[in-house]
C-alpha cells in the first residue's frame, strides 16, 4: 500500500459544485502539503500544514479551503469548483526532523479533477 | 522571491544518448537544491540533492552540481534509457523553507 494515498484519483464534475479530496499517510510526518499542477507551470503551494494546529496559504489559495482532521489526514476542499480549477492535485508530506537536512516531500500519486 | 528556471520540454532523445536539463534559480541567501522524477501515472519523488555550493548530487546515473557563480544547477546523464522516461523537476528551498519547483521538463527516450 502507498505510503501517501490520496482519495479519489480521479473525478469529474460540474460548476458550481463542492469537491472534497482527501489525502491520508501513513508515514508518521507532521508535515503535509497540498500541491496543483498544471501542463507547464511546475507545481503550485495551495495550502500547508505544520501540524495539526498550523494551517498555511500557499500561492495560489484562492478558491480552496483545507482541514486537517488529524496528524495523519489533510484534505483540500473546493466549495464552488470553477473550470480553470481542472488540474492534477498532489498531496505531499515531510518530517520536519529530516527536512531541514534532506528537503525532501513524499507525494502521493495525484487527483485528476476535471470541471466542467 | 525565490524562483526555478528550467528549460523547455519536450526533449527526446535516444536509447544511450547524453542527457542535459539546464536548470537555474534566483533565491536570497543559500538554497538547498533539488531534481525530483515524476514516471508517469505516478507523484513526484526525489531524485538528487545539494545543500551547499560546489556540492554534487547524484543517483542512478544522474548528476547535478551546485553552482552558485551561475546559479546553476544542471542534470545530467551519460547514457539515459528507455526507462528514463519521465517528467523532471528542478526545485530549490530557500529563505521560505518551502520548496519552489520548476516548470518540468519531459523526457522521452525512444530506443
Known amino acids: 500500500d502507498a505510503d501517501v494515498t490520496q482519495t479519489p484519483r480521479n473525478r469529474i464534475t460540474k460548476t458550481g459544485k463542492r469537491i472534497m479530496l482527501e489525502c491520508s499517510q501513513t508515514?508518521?510526518?507532521?508535515?503535509m502539503y497540498w500541491y496543483r499542477q498544471d501542463p507547464g507551470l511546475g507545481l503550485q503551494l495551495i495550502y500547508y500544514?505544520?501540524?495539526?494546529?498550523?494551517?498555511n496559504k500557499g500561492e495560489i489559495s484562492d478558491g480552496y479551503s483545507v482541514s486537517r482532521q488529524a496528524q495523519a489526514k489533510f484534505s483540500l476542499s473546493l466549495e464552488s469548483a470553477i473550470p480553470n480549477q481542472t488540474a492534477l492535485y498532489f498531496c505531499?508530506?515531510?518530517?520536519?526532523?529530516?527536512?531541514?537536512?534532506?528537503?525532501?516531500?513524499?507525494f502521493g500519486e495525484g487527483s485528476r479533477l476535471t470541471v466542467l | 522571491g525565490d524562483s526555478v528556471t528550467q528549460m523547455e520540454g519536450p526533449v527526446t532523445l535516444s536509447e544511450e544518448a547524453f542527457l542535459t536539463i539546464n536548470c537555474t534559480y534566483t533565491?536570497?541567501?543559500?538554497?538547498?537544491l533539488f531534481w525530483y522524477v515524476q514516471y508517469p501515472g505516478e507523484g513526484l519523488q526525489l531524485l538528487l540533492k545539494?545543500?551547499?555550493?560546489?556540492d554534487k548530487g547524484s543517483n542512478k546515473g544522474f548528476e547535478a552540481t551546485y553552482r552558485k557563480e551561475t546559479t546553476s544547477f544542471h542534470l545530467e546523464k551519460g547514457s539515459v534509457q528507455v526507462s528514463d522516461s519521465a517528467v523532471y523537476f528542478c526545485?530549490?528551498?530557500?529563505?521560505?523553507?518551502?520548496?519552489?519547483f520548476g516548470s518540468g521538463t519531459q523526457l522521452t527516450v525512444l530506443p
Open positions: 526545485a530549490l528551498s530557500g529563505s521560505a523553507r518551502q520548496l519552489t
Open positions: 545539494a545543500t551547499k555550493a560546489d
Open positions: 533565491a536570497t541567501g543559500y538554497p538547498s
Open positions: 508515514k508518521g510526518h507532521d508535515r
Open positions: 500544514s505544520f501540524d495539526v494546529k498550523d494551517i
Open positions: 505531499a508530506t515531510s518530517d520536519s526532523k529530516r527536512e531541514a537536512r534532506t528537503g525532501e516531500l513524499f
